[in-house]
């Protein structure tokens, strides 16, 4: 199948199908669909050096990941958000350049994609408080999109971000109405953005009911099942332990759950959890019914959601930036009850 045969059997010019197919603006968006649909029915695969030679660009997206097996970004969920990238990029016809860099080659990393004209557009993982990584893509001039924002720094450029703050003091708030007074918090570093401002949101709503933030009750760490496990262990085996814990990753409740198991005590009963659910495809949070009560929200779709940002940006060229805030559901499931009397 080639370009003209597919062109016959839509009945459409050779250049309004190429057209359809790179995304350019003036094509409508029910002829693009329709070409997009013939294309997969009939698999018509674009050569995509032509493409690259017809509208001058890579086609390709970046995404620049730290080696360091302790970054934060480099864990399971990563994977659904590129599985949602990868699906938007692919319909777009756009592949997708990984490049693994030492933590302290980020920068040049970026530099050199730009010099190269390797990509055509970047989407950032993890961002920090104070990221120096939006300001060095402004300078060097490639469309980006950031997967989360920064703090006191989310203007001038495009965005996607959950609603940390609110959804960490509704979970909070929702232990505090079943009774529980002493919570712990397990976060991921608070140097990372989304982890600052769930503290925030768990800080205000045990504030608001006269309950003293107690730092020996907060926790900020690599989100792993073993350190849920660990901390929980020692908090556990406190002379007055937590009755509750908020987590901010599902791998950490799992730790949590094991910990608690292992202490001889039942979740849901003796101690209440609350996680954050990415609602990854492959590690469901129960079926009908929960297994942990949690705020969620699709990474997947998130990642979906990026790269659509991002290649409307590129085919249009707006430089407008787009920003999305979205509301994280909250789940009730039967990891959380009354707290219990002591």
Same mark, same amino acid.
Request: net charge neutral.
């Given at each position: 199948m080639n370009l003209k045969s597919l062109s016959d059997i839509l009945?459409?010019?050779?250049?309004?199908?190429?057209?359809?197919?790179?995304?350019?603006?003036?094509?409508?968006?029910?002829?693009?669909?329709?070409v997009l649909a013939a294309a997969r029915k009939h698999h018509y695969s674009p050569?995509?050096?032509?493409?690259?030679?017809?509208t001058g660009r890579a086609m390709a997206i970046?995404?620049?990941?730290?080696?360091?097996? %302790?970054?934060?970004?480099?864990?399971?969920?990563?994977?659904?958000?590129? &599985? $949602?990238?990868?699906? /938007?990029? =692919?319909?777009? +016809?756009?592949?997708?350049l990984l490049s693994i860099v030492q933590d302290d080659d980020e920068e040049q990393a970026y530099r050199r994609m730009a010099a190269r004209?390797?990509?055509?557009?970047?989407?950032?993982?993890?961002?920090?408080?104070?990221?120096?990584?939006?300001?060095?893509?402004?300078?060097?001039?490639?469309?980006?999109?950031?997967?989360?924002?920064?703090?006191?720094?989310?203007?001038?450029?495009?965005?996607?971000?959950?609603?940390n703050t609110r959804s960490f003091k509704r979970a909070t708030d929702l232990l505090l109405d079943l009774g529980h007074r002493r919570?712990?918090?397990? %976060?991921?570093?608070?140097?990372?953005?989304?982890?600052?401002?769930?503290? &925030? $949101?768990?800080?205000? /709503?045990? =504030?608001?009911? +006269?309950?003293?933030?107690?730092?020996?009750?907060?926790?900020?760490?690599?989100?792993?099942?073993?350190?849920?496990?660990?901390?929980?262990?020692?908090?556990?085996?406190?002379?007055?332990?937590?009755?509750?814990?908020?987590t901010s990753s599902y791998l950490m409740a799992i730790g949590i759950r094991r910990a608690i198991g292992r202490a001889g005590l039942l979740m849901g009963r003796d101690v209440s959890v609350v996680t954050h659910d990415d609602d990854l495809s492959y590690l469901r949070n129960g079926d009908s019914i929960p297994t942990f009560t949690a705020t969620r929200?699709?990474?997947?779709?998130?990642?979906?959601?990026?790269?659509?940002?991002?290649?409307?940006?590129?085919?249009?060229?707006s430089t407008q930036p787009v920003q999305e805030l979205w509301e994280a559901e909250l789940m009730v499931g039967s990891s959380t009850g009354p707290a219990p009397q002591r």
């Amino acid at each position: 199948m080639n370009l003209k045969s597919l062109s016959d059997i839509l009945g459409l010019s050779q250049t309004t199908v190429s057209r359809a197919l790179n995304g350019y603006p003036e094509v409508s968006e029910k002829t693009r669909l329709k070409v997009l649909a013939a294309a997969r029915k009939h698999h018509y695969s674009p050569n995509t050096r032509a493409q690259s030679l017809a509208t001058g660009r890579a086609m390709a997206i970046g995404h620049v990941i730290p080696m360091s097996n %302790n970054h934060e970004m480099v864990n399971p969920i990563f994977g659904d958000f590129i &599985a $949602g990238a990868g699906v /938007a990029y =692919s319909n777009a +016809g756009y592949d997708m350049l990984l490049s693994i860099v030492q933590d302290d080659d980020e920068e040049q990393a970026y530099r050199r994609m730009a010099a190269r004209g390797s990509v055509d557009g970047i989407i950032v993982h993890g961002p920090r408080k104070d990221d120096p990584r939006v300001a060095l893509l402004q300078e060097i001039g490639l469309p980006f999109v950031v997967h989360g924002r920064m703090m006191g720094n989310d203007k001038g450029y495009s965005w996607l971000d959950i609603n940390n703050t609110r959804s960490f003091k509704r979970a909070t708030d929702l232990l505090l109405d079943l009774g529980h007074r002493r919570i712990a918090l397990l %976060n991921g570093l608070e140097t990372m953005d989304f982890a600052s401002r769930r503290r &925030a $949101g768990f800080v205000e /709503a045990i =504030s608001e009911r +006269g309950i003293a933030p107690d730092p020996s009750l907060m926790f900020s760490t690599e989100m792993t099942e073993q350190f849920g496990y660990d901390i929980s262990r020692k908090l556990l085996a406190d002379d007055n332990p937590p009755t509750a814990i908020i987590t901010s990753s599902y791998l950490m409740a799992i730790g949590i759950r094991r910990a608690i198991g292992r202490a001889g005590l039942l979740m849901g009963r003796d101690v209440s959890v609350v996680t954050h659910d990415d609602d990854l495809s492959y590690l469901r949070n129960g079926d009908s019914i929960p297994t942990f009560t949690a705020t969620r929200s699709s990474v997947r779709d998130a990642g979906s959601q990026c790269a659509k940002i991002l290649l409307q940006s590129i085919t249009s060229g707006s430089t407008q930036p787009v920003q999305e805030l979205w509301e994280a559901e909250l789940m009730v499931g039967s990891s959380t009850g009354p707290a219990p009397q002591r």
